[in-house]
Nanobody, 119 residues
Framework: QVQLVESGGGLVQPGGSLRLSCTAS????????MSWYRQAPGKQRELVAR???????NYADSVKGRFTISRDNAKNTVYLQMNSLKPEDPAVYYC?????????????WGQGTQVTVSS
């Protein structure tokens, strides 16, 4: 069983920066693709960024050039660096771990961390 612990959320002014962290328990961190999702009030949860086990990354069009996902396998941690934050970015951000092998899937969600953008 994988447990995901998130941190780094908070209040920031428009144009500011935050870095979110997600640390996973267990010893198979490198076998999981790691992603960040977000959900704003009244909206569907959406994919923000993904980092695969092969090192590839994917970003939502709305955050390309502003957000960067990275992972430190030695620390079992994935990060989301958020720069140039905009009024539409506030949401609860969730860490997500996924693995598929031999017809079986493993799926885990963090508890979420609040990001607020306000002047």
């Amino acid at each position: 069983q994988v447990q995901l612990v998130e941190s780094g959320g908070g209040l920031v002014q428009p144009g500011g920066s935050l870095r979110l962290s997600c640390t996973a328990s267990g010893s198979m961190f490198t076998s999981y693709a790691m992603s960040w999702y977000r959900q704003a009030p009244g909206k569907q949860r959406e994919l923000v960024a993904r980092s695969t086990t092969g090192g590839s990354t994917n970003y939502a069009d709305s955050v390309k050039g502003r957000f960067t996902i990275s992972r430190d396998n030695a620390k079992n941690t994935v990060y989301l660096q958020m720069n140039s934050l905009k009024p539409e970015d506030p949401a609860v951000y969730y860490c997500y771990a996924y693995r598929y092998s031999g017809g079986k899937s493993w799926l885990y969600w963090g508890q979420g961390t609040q990001v607020t953008v306000s002047s």
